[in-house]
């Protein structure tokens, strides 16, 4: 089984930054894409930021400029840096991952943590 655990969520006034951290655990082969989802009260999850492992990005519209994702990969570890927050950045961010375990590939999530932005 794989553990993915989030950290450095928490409140920041508006303008303010943040950086998030997700740590894949367990037994697995390798980690393919990962990538942070958000999802606030009454809406859909959606993405964020995607990073695979050779390291090319892809980020949200709304959050191009302000985010960047990064990943160490001897860390098995994710990386989120958001400068210049909003309010409407509130929401709950999910980590997930694209995990090979030798010949089969499944998909992780972890539980999440909030970032509330006060204006």
Same mark, same amino acid.
């Given at each position: 089984?794989?553990?993915?655990? @989030?950290? /450095? ?5 508006? #303008? /303010?930054?943040? +950086? ?5 655990? #367990? %037994?697995?082969?390798?980690? !393919?894409?990962?990538? *942070? =989802?958000?999802?606030?009260? /009454?809406?859909? +999850? $959606?993405?964020?930021? @995607?990073? &695979? ?7 949200? $519209?709304?959050?191009? #400029? ?6 160490? !990969?001897?860390?098995? &570890? ?9 309010? @409407?950045?509130?929401?709950?961010? =999910?980590?997930?991952?694209?995990? !090979?375990? *030798?010949?089969? %590939?499944?998909? =992780? *999530?972890? +539980? ?8």
């Amino acid at each position: 089984q794989v553990q993915l655990v @989030e950290s /450095g969520g928490g409140l920041v006034q508006a #303008g /303010g930054s943040l +950086r998030l951290s997700c740590a894949a655990s #367990g %037994r697995f082969s390798s980690i !393919n894409n990962m990538g *942070w =989802y958000r999802q606030a009260p /009454g809406k859909q +999850r $959606d993405l964020v930021a @995607e990073i &695979t492992n050779g390291g090319t990005t892809n980020y949200a $519209d709304s959050v191009k #400029g302000r985010f960047t994702i990064t990943r160490d !990969n001897a860390k098995n &570890t994710v990386y989120l840096d958001m400068v210049s927050l909003k309010p @409407e950045d509130t929401a709950v961010y =999910y980590c997930n991952a694209y995990v !090979n375990h *030798w010949s089969i %590939r499944n998909v =992780y *999530w972890g +539980r999440g943590t909030q970032v509330t932005v006060s204006s």
